[in-house]
């Protein structure tokens, strides 16, 4: 039984669809990472698409040509020394699955990550980091908040360093936000 199955209700080990989402080390299985240094010069594209679906919207969003795919239902893959950090493809991924990770600061990590609930947070609000299963690994504040063209908001939230590549959700208390 491979180390990426998870548990489920009955405590039999499924496989990582059954569970609702993908563990990091199946998706690292599936993409290649910037380097450290390369994520310490400031924010870069995380795409967590494991899914060869024809879809392509990261591509045309990308102003920098940073990301690419061989074919319609490819995978992107990103050009990490090209890509500016500028959160775009976040707004057009219909899938939910591209972050963007700053980790060039001295206290915090800057994680952008796709928010689609409302109210939307607004700059300041406090919450909880969640990671890719729903479960807090940590505390978040909203340090930017923007509007995408394409209508999902797009947050900036500052976590732990040690928690950039695993942060992929927020949740702001009912009394922050709105």
């Not at 679906?53 to 090209?82: F, H, Q």
């Not at 057009?92 to 800057?110: H, Q, T």
């Not at 607004?122 to 340090?143: H, N, P, T, Y």
Request: charged residues 30%; hydrophobic residues 35%; contains cysteine.
């Amino acid at each position: 039984m491979s180390p990426e199955m998870g548990r489920g209700k009955e405590g039999m080990k499924k496989e990582p669809r059954e569970i609702g989402y993908l563990p990091f080390k199946v998706i690292k299985k599936k993409i290649t990472l910037p380097s450290k240094e390369r994520m310490e010069k400031g924010g870069v594209a995380i795409i967590e698409c494991v899914e060869g679906i024809p879809c392509d919207p990261c591509v045309e969003s990308c102003n920098s040509e940073a990301i690419i795919k061989e074919g319609l239902t490819s995978l992107p893959r990103v050009g990490y020394e090209k890509c500016t950090g500028c959160a775009l493809c976040v707004d057009y991924c219909p899938g939910l699955c591209i972050f963007i990770v700053d980790c060039s600061r001295e206290d915090k990590a800057l994680v952008y990550i796709p928010y689609e609930m409302l109210p939307a947070p607004q700059k300041g609000d406090r919450g909880d980091a969640l990671d890719r299963a729903g479960k807090k690994i940590g505390s978040a504040e909203v340090a930017k908040v923007r509007k995408g063209k394409r209508g999902t908001t797009v947050l900036g939230i500052l976590v732990e360093k040690d928690l950039a590549m695993d942060v992929r959700a927020v949740k702001i208390p009912e009394s922050s936000n709105g």
